[in-house]
């Protein structure tokens, strides 16, 4: 009868070892099974690493933990640190997503989305990463008419806010402006749009990467060079003016004659660019340019010859009307405010006909209140409805 007890208490034991390894394993393959999710659905690879510290803690107490563990506390344990884990990583995605008018609704028409896989970009455009656009249609929309559309940079955060917009001038009869969103398409938009990051070392992702000229010698305000050898913002633009504007114009009825590109921050810096690659022709993706609280106008300025000269070539004339909207907070960095004022007067000393150009610089208005005034007015310009600006 004593070595039966013996025997049972060895394979007691085994038994117990086992379920420790086997709840260690498991923790570890939920861990690596958390990476690749959260990597794939926030396609933000290196900022899932950390995930890799979850079964630590969790595995140290299993080798301190004295009692006998069954296999039923193994599945019950696994699935508990999975569901946390879900839980606590979703939430830090979700609260991560930040959007200006988030608690506004779309009240009327209706919100379709186009996407561009990511090997699609990669293939032709050379940018890693998958593309999305929102478009929000009037709640009438009728194929019969000509709309005029806003395209908007920085469509993850951005397009909700300009839809409500739009809708709310719709609602009132104001006028209907197509809305398109370019964005990546994420829950977390902070990763997808890059987050952070912009040492010229890392792997960039998003705005960080494709906002930006690799021929660009500017120095940003951390004193890092903004152009690099990874920044892909002439192949950005050449996605937008050559897949996504004509994508658009198949899809739905628009008036390629009221078309505008806006930009803030870095997608302000892409809207003074596509402004120097007007053509004065019936095919130019945009014919209204709006830049918000954008200081980096070196790039610009040595391009805005080649806008000069298109027009030039066309008797002084651009096609149909041309809009640019400058708005410049003037409170967010008073020392530019001359830098905008100067830009105005160059495009006004061109003696275009045809060229409407505009500046704002409101006073007691920070950087925020600059993006909404921007997207606001942005909307009212292309409806052709009054918007602010200063005469200079």
Known sequence: MEEIKIKTAKDKARENITN?????????????????????????????????????????????????????RVVFATIILLLGAFFCYFSV????????????????????????SRSFMKGNYN???????????????DSSKKYPVMFVIDGDNLFKYTAVTASLLSKRGYGDVIIVGIGYGYWNSTYARGGMVHDK???????????????DTQIDVTGNQIGGENKRAKEYTEFISKTVVPDIRAKYSIDNQNSTIFGYE?????????????????????????????????????????????????????????????????????SENANQVNTYHKLNNFGFSGLENYVWIPK???????????????????????FGYTEL
């Not at 709840?23 to 900022?47: K, R």
């Not at 940018?127 to 929309?141: A, C, N, R, S």
């Not at 993006?371 to 409806?383: D, E, F, K, Q, S």
């Open 364 to 386: 007691d208005v920070d950087h925020s209140d600059a993006l909404v005034i921007g997207l606001n007015h942005a909307v009212y310009l292309t409806a052709g409805l009054e």
């Open 20 to 72: 420790r390894v086997l709840l260690c394993v498991s923790m570890c393959l939920v861990t690596i099974g958390l990476y690749f999710v959260f990597g794939f659905f926030f396609d933000a690879w290196p900022e899932s690493i950390p995930i890799f510290l979850l079964p630590i803690v969790p595995c140290i107490l299993v080798a301190r933990y004295k009692k006998t563990y069954k296999l039923s």
């Open 266 to 334: 870095f997608g302000g810096y892409l809207a003074q660019y596509f402004l120097t690659q007007y053509k004065p022709t019936e095919d130019t993706p945009f014919t209204n340019f709006v830049m918000v609280d954008s200081e980096y106008l070196d790039y610009y300025n040595a391009h805005i010859e080649e806008f000069r000269n298109a027009v030039k070539e066309n008797d002084n004339k651009t096609y149909s009307p041309v809009k640019t909207y400058r708005i410049w907070g003037g409170d967010v960095k008073s």
């Open 127 to 141: 940018i890693d990463q998958k593309t999305q656009l929102k478009v929000w249609l009037p709640e009438d929309y």
């Open 93 to 116: 995605g979700l609260k991560a997503t930040s959007k200006p008018g988030y608690g506004e609704r779309i009240t009327i028409g209706k919100v379709e989305t186009i996407n561009y």
């Open 201 to 215: 070392n890392t792997k960039l992702r998003g705005r960080w990467r494709d906002y930006y000229f690799a021929d």
